[in-house]
Protein backbone atom coordinates (compact mmCIF):
# COMPACT_ATOMS: atom_id res chain seq x y z
CA UNK A 1 0.00 0.00 0.00
CA UNK A 2 1.18 3.66 -0.93
CA UNK A 3 1.45 5.46 2.40
CA UNK A 4 2.39 8.72 0.65
CA UNK A 5 -1.32 10.18 0.55
CA UNK A 6 -1.99 8.92 3.97
CA UNK A 7 0.46 10.36 5.11
CA UNK A 8 0.55 13.76 3.31
CA UNK A 9 -3.22 13.99 4.53
CA UNK A 10 -2.46 13.07 8.31
CA UNK A 11 0.86 15.92 8.42
CA UNK A 12 -1.51 18.38 7.16
CA UNK A 13 -4.29 17.68 10.07
CA UNK A 14 -6.74 15.18 8.48
CA UNK A 15 -7.74 13.02 11.63
CA UNK A 16 -8.85 9.81 9.62
CA UNK A 17 -5.83 9.21 7.36
CA UNK A 18 -3.64 9.62 10.93
CA UNK A 19 -5.79 7.06 12.52
CA UNK A 20 -5.53 4.30 9.42
CA UNK A 21 -2.15 5.02 9.48
CA UNK A 22 -1.56 4.01 12.55
CA UNK A 23 -3.81 0.99 12.41
CA UNK A 24 -1.14 -0.17 9.96
CA UNK A 25 1.53 0.42 12.37
CA UNK A 26 -0.47 -1.24 14.66
CA UNK A 27 -0.90 -4.51 12.18
CA UNK A 28 3.09 -4.35 11.37
CA UNK A 29 3.63 -4.26 14.81
CA UNK A 30 5.43 -0.66 14.53
CA UNK A 31 4.06 0.46 18.18
CA UNK A 32 5.99 4.07 18.12
CA UNK A 33 4.60 4.92 14.97
CA UNK A 34 1.51 4.02 15.58
CA UNK A 35 1.34 6.09 18.75
CA UNK A 36 2.91 9.01 16.66
CA UNK A 37 0.09 8.74 14.33
CA UNK A 38 -2.69 8.31 17.10
CA UNK A 39 -1.46 11.30 18.66
CA UNK A 40 -1.78 13.21 15.80
CA UNK A 41 -5.06 12.40 14.79
CA UNK A 42 -6.19 13.23 18.53
CA UNK A 43 -5.25 16.24 17.85
CA UNK A 44 -7.09 16.58 15.30
CA UNK A 45 -9.61 15.81 16.97
CA UNK A 46 -10.24 12.32 15.52
CA UNK A 47 -12.11 10.36 18.53
CA UNK A 48 -11.18 6.82 17.01
CA UNK A 49 -7.70 7.85 17.63
CA UNK A 50 -8.29 9.40 21.11
CA UNK A 51 -9.94 5.96 22.19
CA UNK A 52 -7.37 4.14 20.79
CA UNK A 53 -4.53 6.11 22.41
CA UNK A 54 -6.41 5.99 25.69
CA UNK A 55 -6.43 2.22 25.72
CA UNK A 56 -2.61 2.00 24.61
CA UNK A 57 -2.22 4.67 27.75
CA UNK A 58 -3.64 2.48 30.23
CA UNK A 59 -1.93 -0.43 29.56
CA UNK A 60 -0.26 -2.11 32.21
CA UNK A 61 0.27 0.99 34.52
CA UNK A 62 -0.37 1.54 38.11
CA UNK A 63 -4.07 2.78 38.65
CA UNK A 64 -3.37 6.68 39.39
CA UNK A 65 -0.35 7.02 36.65
CA UNK A 66 -0.12 10.05 34.86
CA UNK A 67 -0.62 7.76 31.47
CA UNK A 68 -3.82 6.68 32.81
CA UNK A 69 -4.79 10.25 33.84
CA UNK A 70 -4.10 11.37 29.77
CA UNK A 71 -6.14 8.21 29.12
CA UNK A 72 -9.15 9.64 31.01
CA UNK A 73 -8.63 13.06 29.34
CA UNK A 74 -8.56 11.19 25.79
CA UNK A 75 -11.75 9.30 26.44
CA UNK A 76 -13.90 11.50 27.96
CA UNK A 77 -13.40 14.05 25.03
CA UNK A 78 -14.08 10.98 22.81
CA UNK A 79 -17.15 10.63 24.60
CA UNK A 80 -17.93 14.07 24.10
CA UNK A 81 -17.72 13.90 20.69
CA UNK A 82 -19.93 10.21 20.74
CA UNK A 83 -17.84 7.89 20.84
CA UNK A 84 -19.51 4.16 22.47
CA UNK A 85 -16.20 2.73 22.72
CA UNK A 86 -14.53 5.55 24.57
CA UNK A 87 -17.85 5.68 27.43
CA UNK A 88 -17.36 2.05 27.67
CA UNK A 89 -13.61 2.47 28.33
CA UNK A 90 -14.53 5.49 30.78
CA UNK A 91 -17.14 2.96 32.76
CA UNK A 92 -13.94 0.50 33.10
CA UNK A 93 -12.24 2.89 34.80
CA UNK A 94 -14.60 4.29 36.95
CA UNK A 95 -15.18 0.84 37.96
CA UNK A 96 -11.52 -0.33 38.55
CA UNK A 97 -10.19 3.28 39.51
CA UNK A 98 -7.83 3.42 36.90
CA UNK A 99 -6.87 7.28 36.57
CA UNK A 100 -9.85 8.23 38.56
CA UNK A 101 -11.52 7.61 41.53
CA UNK A 102 -13.11 5.04 41.85
CA UNK A 103 -17.19 5.43 41.64
CA UNK A 104 -19.86 2.36 40.29
CA UNK A 105 -22.31 5.36 40.17
CA UNK A 106 -20.37 7.20 38.09
CA UNK A 107 -19.50 3.67 35.70
CA UNK A 108 -22.96 2.72 35.62
CA UNK A 109 -23.60 6.35 33.82
CA UNK A 110 -21.11 5.62 30.96
CA UNK A 111 -22.29 2.01 30.73
CA UNK A 112 -26.25 3.80 30.15
CA UNK A 113 -25.05 6.88 27.90
CA UNK A 114 -22.93 3.80 25.46
CA UNK A 115 -26.18 1.83 25.34
CA UNK A 116 -28.62 4.75 24.54
CA UNK A 117 -26.24 5.60 21.57
Not at 5 to 10: D, H, I, N, R, V
Not at 40 to 52: V, W
Not at 67 to 79: C, P, Q, S, V, W
Request: with cysteine; net charge positive.
Amino acid sequence: MDRAPLQAAASKGDGRAAFELAKLCVSENKLADAERWLKAGAHAGNPDCMHLLAMRLHGGEPPMSPRRTEAIRLDEKAAGLGHTGAMCGLAIAYDNGWGVQKNPVTAQRWLEKAAAR
